[in-house]
């Protein structure tokens, strides 16, 4: 770090995920090489030592797979080996345009691998088609600028070459956003960020930090905490996911009742267009100078272009960081215990309210307890229903996180427990807490199991009026039961959980998976039904998305969102932006709907 007027400059930094990314990520999987579900010898385990729970035998986990879902360990789906370099689809890139960036020293990738890894996200229907080796477009170059002034020269050589650019972060979307459009026929290059990765000054006085955009939220985060501090931006994801993903898709993190969600922390972003650098000149903490550009940018999905350089807030260190938990008779307990913490502002850093069926999926989610621990687990559940009278069929679990001073997080602690008694709920500790929130970094790797074995598997959310919360949870769930009843399905599971808490509403977060033996076609089924729950979550007053983003797979519920007017509002943006279409992802606004709502005349 060197002092630069008033402000600390880096020019390196230690990065977790390496360039060439399939070095220690899975190629058609979630997550690292290393880390995963293994069924073997009888049992469920997981590998490896990055997380809590690597390395631990699951018996629990083994009994809830074959009791809910009905699973099969005895047949195994291998999923294809990473494909030989000749099947690969040609690359359509010209002569004329790699010779350009030669040139300019950025360096780039036509290797097939290179630009299968950057052509798809973390949906079912990506992984599944990657496992059975149908991958219909993808990429035709790879370049990784590591500077803004390289993406200038990027999207300057776009233009010039009439080819189609597709951002590339942290490789986390969940919505489609990194698909590359079946009838797109122009040359695709997909510009991965992740070389741009340095921390370019931090401010103590005005706890400001400028970095670029492809660095990672574990890295920055690592940085930071060196010298003091935290964004405190935590989303599910954080361990992959980039700071310019986190602004293109509107993130949302799990502590952002302390932090704020990434508009709150946003204070400058530079995006560079098809027409030039879209920012604002004045870094201060508000300012009334006409609409507020950065919502242009902010959740803009690679539609206008790439984010570069992002100024965030910084908070120091929390001197103190606490868990906690609180078990309630029933869901409708624990939604009236959230919404009144929420009346008093009162949230912790982290309160997120599990459904019954979640709670008993997370419980299974541990090692076979010794003797004592036996003792111990029995006495909780004579507590409960003997002595409380709760019913473990009904019972549901918050898991809460407290960060600040120490006085506040006991008053903070104080006020919470006090409300939760209020509707029956208990304090259960801090054990409980900690293994809750730890154990969200490692819920994304069963996917990959559950496919090994005929289960399909994805999780969606949504944000809804208080109000609302209660019925919206029970209604999706039992329109997604009464689906899969009717088409035959014998084993699913779908389960919610109140994962965010605001002054006016929630956001609930839906799991649902269904053992699919005997579908020829499980993932169309699945959408089907996914689709079903979402028109049942519009019904009940939710949103398209909460922080997921609406990329290629949420398109069609856009009209229901926001107005004809809004739409081509959006759609001049794009035009003024970028007139030759060059991000081309088709994400919010498909490249039909483009067309046909520019002819669209106002009704004024």
Not at 338 to 347: D, N, S, T, V
Not at 354 to 369: C, I, T, V, W, Y
Not at 549 to 554: A, D, Q, T, V
Not at 581 to 599: C, H, K, W
Request: aromatic letters at 10%.
């Amino acid at each position: 770090m060197s002092i630069e007027n008033g402000k600390e400059s880096s020019q390196s930094v230690d990065c977790q995920i390496p360039k060439i990314r399939q070095e220690v990520l899975k190629w058609n999987g979630w997550g690292y090489k290393d880390s995963g579900f293994i069924f073997r010898d009888g049992v469920m385990e997981f590998t490896g030592s990055r997380y809590s729970i690597g390395n631990l035998i699951l018996p629990y986990f083994s009994k809830w797979i074959i009791d809910t879902l009905g699973c099969d360990f005895t047949t195994k789906n291998e999923s294809v080996i990473e494909p030989r370099p000749e099947h690969y689809p040609f690359s359509l890139v010209s002569a004329d345009f790699v010779l350009d960036i030669e040139r300019t020293g950025i360096t780039h990738s036509v290797r097939g691998d290179d630009r299968l890894f950057r052509s798809h996200g973390h949906t079912l229907h990506e992984i599944f088609d990657l496992r059975h080796g149908k991958f219909s477009r993808i990429p035709d170059i790879v370049v990784w600028p590591e500077k803004h002034e390289d993406v200038l020269t990027l999207v300057n050589l776009a233009c010039k070459h009439k080819v189609v650019i597709i951002p590339f972060g942290g490789g986390t979307s969940v919505s489609g956003g990194l698909c590359c459009p079946e009838n797109e026929t122009r040359p695709i290059v997909s510009v991965d960020t992740s070389q741009m990765k340095r921390i370019l000054w931090i401010d103590e006085a005005n706890l400001l930090c400028c970095a670029e955009s492809g660095i990672i939220g574990q890295d920055i985060e690592a940085q930071l905490k060196a010298k003091g501090f935290t964004t405190g931006h935590e989303p599910d994801s954080y361990e992959f996911s980039s700071l310019g993903g986190w602004v293109a898709t509107r993130a949302s993190g799990m502590k952002k009742n302390t932090y704020g969600n990434i508009e709150d922390l946003l204070v400058h972003v530079k995006c560079v267009t098809p027409t030039g650098v879209l920012e604002k000149f004045c870094q201060v903490p508000r300012m009334s100078a006409g609409p507020d550009i950065h919502q242009i940018i902010l959740g803009s999905e690679g539609t206008l272009g790439i984010v570069t350089e992002v100024v965030l807030k910084i908070r120091p260190l929390p001197p103190c960081k606490k868990y906690g938990s609180i078990v309630f008779p029933n869901f409708a307990a624990g939604v009236s215990t959230l919404r009144e913490i929420a009346k008093h502002r009162c949230q912790p850093s982290s309160i997120r309210l599990m459904d019954n069926e979640q709670f008993k999926f997370g419980h299974s989610l541990r090692a076979a307890p010794g003797f004592l621990g036996s003792i111990k687990d029995s006495a909780k559940s004579l507590y409960l229903t003997k002595f409380k009278g709760f019913d473990l069929n009904q019972i549901c679990v918050a898991t809460l996180l407290f960060e600040g001073q120490q006085d506040q997080v006991e008053a903070q602690e104080q006020k919470i427990y006090g409300i939760s008694n209020q509707y029956g709920g208990i304090p259960a500790g801090s054990t409980s807490g900690e293994r809750g929130y730890i154990l969200t970094f490692v819920i994304a790797y069963i996917r990959d199991i559950g496919l090994d074995y005929n289960i399909v598997a994805e999780s969606f959310e949504t944000s809804v009026p208080w109000s609302n919360t209660y019925n919206l949870c029970e209604n999706v769930k039992l329109r997604v039961s009464n689906e899969c009843k009717d088409r035959g399905l014998k084993h699913f599971f779908i389960t919610c959980r109140v994962t965010q808490s605001y002054d006016v509403g929630s956001c609930v977060y839906f799991y649902f998976a269904f053992n699919y033996h005997g579908i020829s076609n499980p993932v169309q089924v699945f959408e089907e039904i996914e689709t079903i729950a979402r028109d049942e979550i519009i019904s009940n007053r939710g949103s398209i998305s909460h922080h997921h983003g609406i990329g290629k797979i949420r398109r069609q519920w856009l009209p229901k969102t926001i107005s004809t007017n809004g739409i081509n509002t959006v759609l001049q943006i794009k035009q003024a932006l970028d007139p030759q279409n060059i991000f081309a992802n088709g994400n919010i606004i498909g490249v039909t709907e483009q067309q046909e709502s520019l002819r669209i005349k106002s009704k004024l």
